[in-house]
């Protein structure tokens, strides 16, 4: 089975264990696609095995971090490992995770104003960007944040767009994807097949 490692970059380890409640339904969604997922706080990342034995793919999580505000690309270092050293794998950056793929490539980011939360705020994909596949446009989809990429720097592609400006990036020539969404948030949509055909589209494009 294909391993996909989601790498947890909230501010704290979950007292309740290493994959907090909000992650919990989502090993059932994977392993109904051929995947097994593997949730592991940053802080407890032992980095090495993962670059000798790469994963089909990588998700960096959300956060309550602020980059340029409480922390900064470089105080991320295990991120940071991964990302030089495993270019060919996918990585699905959500929230935190799109920004920080963003700040990693020299990007620009920036306040929204007011704080976004909203189960089924309306994203419009630009072009027939696979991650949207099947999906109406816009679609809704869970946002929760008060950051966002202003400029996602040299290489991406802006694929994705709302009201608060960007919602989507993709990279030109490595198999790296952001969203400002949270897909993996599902259970919280009137219509949860929404978020869930993007993690499902998103599955679909790892090798193996």
């Known amino acids: 089975m294909r391993r996909v ?13 290493d994959v907090p409640p909000r992650f919990r339904h989502l090993p059932e969604l994977f392993a109904s696609q ?15 095995p993962w670059i000798d034995e790469p994963p089909a793919g990588m998700i ?15 105080d991320f270092p295990e991120v940071n490992r991964l990302l030089v050293e495993l270019p060919q794998v996918p990585v699905l950056g959500i929230c935190f ?11 620009k980011l920036g306040r929204i104003g007011s704080h976004r939360e909203d189960s089924d705020f309306p994203i419009t994909a630009l ?19 008060g950051m966002r990429v202003v400029d996602p ?8 767009t709302s009201a608060d400006g960007i919602e989507g990036i993709a990279h030109r020539a490595l198999p790296r994807i952001g969203v400002q969404f949270h897909p993996e948030y599902y259970p919280r949509q009137q219509q949860p097949d929404m978020g869930r055909t993007v993690l499902k589209n998103w599955m679909a494009s790892l090798p193996g």
């Open 97 to 107: 995770g799109h920004q920080f793929l963003a700040a990693h490539n020299g990007g």
């Open 60 to 74: 960096l999580s959300g956060s309550k971090h602020n980059l340029g505000e409480d922390c900064a690309v470089a």
């Open 127 to 145: 072009g027939e960007h696979e991650l949207f596949a099947g999906l109406p446009s816009p679609v809704p989809l869970p946002e929760n944040h």
């Open 5 to 17: 490692l989601l790498v947890g970059l909230w501010v704290d380890r979950d007292p309740e264990g």
């Open 153 to 160: 720097g040299p290489g991406y592609d802006i694929i994705a």
């Open 34 to 48: 051929g995947v097994k997922l593997e949730t592991i706080h940053r802080r407890e990342l032992d980095v090495q």
